[in-house]
């Protein structure tokens, strides 16, 4: 960055991002505008709140679901672990 012409260029820094961010300038200057839109903040709009409301939504469905199928899991272990037993007491009668 030092030398003349210089070789990167820093890149603004986008949101949740700890490190700055660097482009190469070997092919020429580097186009910003993807980065800088992008790191813009956007306001929030009536229409991305109810994206943001259908996500969570969603994402309580999901929860529901996998507790269920945990629980499911569950009761099969159990049940397996009781035929196990009878089995097992069923093999002494023959032994």
């Not at 300038?25 to 186009?31: K, M, P, Q, R, V």
């Not at 993807?34 to 956007?42: L, M």
């Given at each position: 960055m030092k030398r003349e012409p210089p070789l990167v260029k820093v890149l603004p820094r986008?949101?949740?991002?700890?490190?700055?961010r660097y482009v190469h300038?070997?092919?020429?200057?580097?186009?910003l505008s993807?980065?800088?839109?992008?790191?813009?903040?956007?306001p929030q709009t009536k229409e991305s709140a109810n994206t943001i409301s259908a996500d969570g939504e969603r994402i309580t469905?999901?929860?529901?679901?996998?507790?269920?199928?945990?629980?499911?899991?569950?009761d099969f272990h159990k049940e397996v672990s009781d035929l196990k037993q009878q089995f097992a007491q069923f093999k002494k009668q023959f032994e």
């Open positions: 986008q949101p949740g991002t700890k490190e700055c300038l070997l092919s020429g200057d580097a186009e993807g980065f800088v839109e992008s790191s813009e903040a956007k469905h999901l929860e529901e679901e996998i507790a269920s199928l945990r629980k499911e899991v569950s």
